[in-house]
């Protein structure tokens, strides 16, 4: 199993960047398929990005990327011109296989506690 642990989270004004880290325990963290989150007040939790080689909403394209470095059991999401709505809740995700539907919450097994990112205008 693999546990997941966000961090980076935090105020930002519009324009700027800001990088999320995911710290992983488990032996097979390589072989997990990660893919970011995220949930907005009032809203549905969203796909963001997942995987190695790298999917993205249309909302994030050409922003945000998806990178990871396995031994330090770490995926990171790194976040360039940010948009106030961009404000949401951010959260990786693990799943022990990979799957065409890397976009669904239900092809991911396991969860990280989220971590706050906040645009301001």
């Known amino acids: 199993q693999v546990q997941l642990v966000e961090s980076g989270g935090g105020l930002v004004q519009a324009g700027g960047s800001l990088r999320l880290s995911c710290a992983a325990s488990g032996r097979t963290f390589s072989s997990y398929f990660m893919g970011w989150f995220r949930q907005a007040p009032g809203k549905e939790r969203e796909f963001v990005a997942a995987g190695d080689s790298t999917y993205y909403a249309d909302s994030v394209k050409g922003r945000f990327t998806i990178s990871r470095d396995n031994a330090k059991n770490t995926v990171y999401l790194q976040m360039t011109k940010l948009k106030p709505e961009d404000t949401a809740v951010y959260f990786c995700?693990?799943?022990?296989?990979?799957?065409?539907?890397?976009?669904?919450?239900?092809?991911?097994?396991?969860w990280g506690q989220g971590t706050q990112v906040t645009v301001s205008s």
């Open positions: 995700a693990a799943a022990r296989r990979a799957s065409g539907s890397y976009y669904l919450i239900r092809s991911y097994d396991y």
